[in-house]
């Protein structure tokens, strides 16, 4: 990949100035003291071959990105159509943490798990009495795809978001209220807000879209993943992935993707490659400038728009 290793370096360094045009997660402290000039990236080939450049071995908090693996175990552990029937799969023209759309949507459910309130309401579905065997069901999904057994949750990024979490708290609320969660808020809570404090590096990101580009196979061969689950995902995360920009990323992209406030975003060219981004400042969507600008490039220049 020595052509795209070049590309992947002179388009970072060109694409680097963009930072100053977005703003930190302030509003959950820690992500507020990020490195707004740290930009990284990984691109793993499916044959094993790999380009990466800048800051793609600093860890980092994957945020909503997480909410890719809690949908993989939901979809691993539980009925599927028990779990459609709490969430739907439709695309949101909100943001990802809006809560009129909840009240005002004529099912009165999430509309889809890549946004706060699906996310939190498929936490029901993963495998697991409590909020500690929930989340070790998660992060153990996060290891096996990343291929590294020392991830785990940034406690301290877990403490912000647990003392300034009060949106989340009321989306929750308010499904639980109507129905769509019948347990315990304040352990699924847990669970979301532990789940988004699993920290990666670019390099563990674009090891698990690798997965998801093969169709669920690891290095091996060996199946980590069924192949229904992975299509089901992926056309998620194309409609649903990058919130109320994801039609236009659709159009303009065209590449399986989710993104984080944390400034990470995992992408996955089925059949080609995944990709791992992470630089903090972001668009007024939540989403890494310098990581969307850089991801548009790549699919311009290698034709990776898969539609």
């Known amino acids: ?17 963009l930072a100053s045009e977005g703003t930190l997660a302030s ?6 003291r990020a490195n707004p000039a740290a930009f990284g990236a990984c691109v793993f080939g499916v044959d094993g071959s790999a380009a990466q450049y ?9 945020q ?25 799969l439709e695309s949101s023209p909100s943001s990802f943490n809006a809560i009129a759309e909840l009240e005002l949507h004529a099912t009165r459910k999430p509309l889809n798990p890549m946004i706060n309130a699906g996310a939190i309401a498929v936490l029901e579905f993963v495998a697991g009495d409590t909020a500690e065997e929930k989340f070790g069901r998660i992060r153990a999904l996060a290891r096996l795809l990343a291929g590294n057994p020392t991830l785990d949750c940034n406690e301290e990024v877990y403490q912000s978001e647990q003392q300034t979490g009060d949106r989340n708290r009321s989306l929750a609320y308010y499904m ?8 315990s808020v304040d352990s699924l809570l847990e669970v979301y807000f532990r789940a988004c404090a699993l920290e990666m590096t670019c390099a563990d990101l674009a090891n698990i879209a690798r997965v998801l580009a093969r169709d ?7 199946v980590l993943i069924p192949k229904e689950v992975v299509r089901v995902t992926r ?3 194309a409609m649903c992935g990058m919130y ?3 039609g236009r990323y659709a159009v303009e992209v065209g590449i399986p993707s989710k993104s984080g406030v944390g400034g990470g975003i995992l992408a996955v060219v089925p059949g080609k490659m995944g990709i791992g981004i992470y630089s903090p400042p972001l668009n007024e969507h939540g989403t890494s400038v310098c990581g969307n600008a850089l991801i548009k490039e790549l699919s311009d220049r290698l034709s990776l728009n898969v539609f």
């Open 235 to 237: 056309a998620v995360m």
């Open 64 to 88: 909503s990105i997480s909410k890719i693996l809690s949908f993989l175990c939901c979809l691993l552990d539980s009925p599927w159509e028990r779990i459609f029937e709490k969430v739907s």
């Open 216 to 222: 669920g196979l690891g290095d091996d061969g060996v």
């Open 244 to 246: 109320n920009e994801s």
């Open 176 to 183: 639980k209220s109507i129905g769509v969660i019948e347990g």
């Open 27 to 32: 509003y959950i402290p820690a992500l507020g």
């Open 1 to 17: 990949m020595q052509d795209l290793q070049s590309l992947l370096e002179t388009t970072m360094k060109q694409l680097a100035p």
């Open 54 to 62: 800048g800051d793609y071995a600093e860890a980092f908090t994957i």
